[in-house]
Structure formats: C-alpha cells, structure tokens
C-alpha cells in the first residue's frame, strides 16, 4: 500500500499507477481507477480518483 499526502517524494507520486492500493493514512483506502496531474504554476497538483468514488489530492 502506497501513503500518499505532502509529504511523499515526487518520485513516488509520479510512479503511482492504475491499480495500486493507496491511502490518505485517514479515512480515503483504495484502488487507483485514475490519475490525473495539474500544473498552476505554483503547485503540481495529484489527483488520484479511487474505485470507491473518492479522491486523493496532493499538492506539492
């Protein structure tokens, strides 16, 4: 299971795939159904959309 939050290094996040079991370490657990990555020029921003209908949001 990968831990995703502010302070994962952008490798990790970067090498995040459809699939893999991740979570927030609070309530958000689950499978990536897909991902999606934003640039505002001031943050990259992860989007990580789970099976169960949530989503992780890192900004880093």
């Known amino acids: 299971m990968i ?3 502010s ?3 952008d490798d990790v996040l970067r090498d995040v795939k459809i699939g893999d079991m991740v979570t927030d370490t609070f309530s958000k657990t689950g499978l990536v159904e ?3 990555i ?3 020029g001031l ?3 992860y989007e990580f959309y ?3 209908g949530r989503t992780i949001v ?3």
């Open 50 to 52: 789970l099976v169960t």
């Open 43 to 45: 943050y990259k921003i």
């Open 3 to 5: 831990r995703l939050n």
């Open 7 to 9: 302070e994962t290094p």
């Open 58 to 60: 890192v900004k880093k």
């Open 34 to 36: 897909s991902i999606g």
């Open 38 to 40: 934003d640039d505002d």
